[in-house]
């Protein structure tokens, strides 16, 4: 029992804090901020694709670079060329791709914006830092409302369960009524 009217009281005392007077109120917050939650998660998810997409471009352009230097002096050889690209396979490999995609990704002027790429994955990975710690913020505002939402659900569940008094008074007339009627016959 005062386990219940603590909790009541602190819920009351909650449900103040946030203005929230009616059931309706209540669960209109929720829904504000649980929509707000899933546009957050979308935005997350937007700068994570886009974190993963610069650190495919700079890790390709570092394959590109890395091995470079492979592909020329596979390129000059004239003498044994073949022997050489089967040692050098993993790395001729590496380059090629790299080499795809960086080509597939250069600028309007033709040139490869490496360093275009390492801002956009700086950018987005402080916006993902960003959009995690307003996310985070609105799930520690949203779990409590969601627990006193419950417990309103429960109250109202338990409300609608009880008989309605009117209904009492006039099924006891009723049986007082016919009770009389037996005891006349």
């Given at each position: 029992m005062n386990t219940n009217l603590k909790q009541l009281?602190?819920?009351i005392a909650f449900l103040s804090d946030e203005n929230i007077d009616t059931p309706e109120e209540l669960e209109q917050r929720i829904q504000e901020l649980s929509s707000r939650g899933h546009d957050l998660q979308y935005d997350l998810d937007e700068a994570?694709?886009?974190?993963?997409?610069?650190?495919k471009l700079i890790k390709a352009w570092d394959d590109y670079?890395?091995?470079?230097?492979?592909?020329?002096?596979?390129k000059n050889k004239f003498f044994g060329k073949e022997k050489f690209k089967k040692e050098h396979a993993k790395e001729l490999n590496r380059y090629y791709r790299g080499k795809?995609?960086?080509?597939?990704?250069?600028?309007?002027?033709?040139?490869?914006?490496?360093?275009?790429?390492?801002k956009y994955l700086i950018n987005a990975t402080e916006e993902k830092e960003t959009l995690e710690a307003e996310k985070k913020e609105v799930l520690e505002k949203l779990r409590p409302l969601q627990k006193v939402q419950r417990s309103v659900d429960l109250v109202m569940m338990e409300i609608e369960d009880q008989p309605d008094p009117e209904n009492l008074?006039?099924?006891e007339k009723q049986n007082a009524e016919i009770r009389s009627k037996r005891k006349i016959e």
């Open positions: 009281a602190e819920t994570d694709s886009l974190i993963q997409e610069m650190k670079e890395t091995f470079r230097p492979v592909y020329e002096e596979y795809r995609s960086v080509m597939g990704n250069r600028n309007a002027e033709g040139k490869v914006p490496v360093s275009n790429w390492k008074l006039a099924e």
